[in-house]
């Protein structure tokens, strides 16, 4: 009888979006797979579980499943974790899933932890129909996929590098109209979680002057959007979790 893979979601930023099931389910399994066994081990040790973890990363995905599904199909119980928030969304996980299901292994998903939704509810822009994009291509394609998303009538949901973040404001504003509605969301769930809303070019303005830390999220109005509104800045602090990031 083949074992189950379980896809586990971790915190983004605060410990205490960890759930119960998902420490009992890392507890219980026969190996954990992370994407920094490094990263991992800090959670890992923080609440007291001592399973034995291996290394899957986008780096060796494809030399690591087949001999995965090969130890699931044995009768192991496997967990799947990236750094933050839920395998397979912009992190690794997509290949062996697809090849555990082809091999006729259950995969049980936990909900918890993401970037997308809270960055989306957060910003105040319409969350009944959107699209997530995750990265934008770096080069090759990058000018065409946000022509495209220009005219998308939905919410769109973009990840992106604190270091990136202005130009990529800047070429949303070309492409789709610099007084189309966005917010950026950053270091969510962490003591420094601040959501920025405003028109792109008022977003461009204030983020030249403030060079942003941390883990971003953009969301875009879609095409058809309402009449745009002043920068805001909402800040949410969690003193229970100490950083030394400041924006």
Do not use: W
């Amino acid at each position: 009888m083949s074992g189950k893979l379980y896809i586990v979601p971790t915190p983004v930023g605060n410990l205490g979006d960890m759930t119960p099931r998902a420490v009992e389910t890392l507890r219980n399994v026969d190996m954990i797979l992370c994407e920094d066994t490094r990263t991992s081990g800090v959670l890992l040790k923080h609440f007291g579980i001592t399973t034995p973890t291996s290394s899957h990363h986008k780096y060796n995905e494809h030399d690591t499943t087949s001999r995965v599904v090969a130890r699931l199909s044995g009768g192991e119980n496997i967990a799947l974790v990236s750094d933050a928030g839920t395998p397979g969304i912009s992190d690794p996980g997509f290949m062996l899933v697809r090849e555990a299901r082809v091999a006729g292994i259950d995969v049980e998903t936990l909900p918890g932890p993401t970037a997308l939704i809270p960055a989306l509810v957060n910003s105040g822009l319409p969350c009944d129909r959107f699209t997530f994009e995750g990265f934008l291509p770096l080069k090759k394609g990058r000018r065409t996929r946000l022509e495209e998303l220009s005219v998308e009538p939905r919410t769109f949901v973009i990840y992106e590098s604190p270091l990136r973040l202005c130009t990529t404001l800047k070429e949303l504003a070309e492409t789709c109209g610099p007084t189309r509605r966005a917010a950026v969301c950053r270091e969510i769930s962490k003591m420094h979680d601040s959501t920025y809303t405003g028109t792109l070019c008022e977003l461009v303005e204030y983020f030249s002057a403030n060079q942003p830390r941390g883990e971003i999220v953009i969301v875009i109005e879609g095409m058809a959007g309402s009449a745009p509104k002043k920068v805001h800045r909402n800040k949410y602090r969690d003193s229970s979790e100490a950083s030394s990031d400041n924006l």
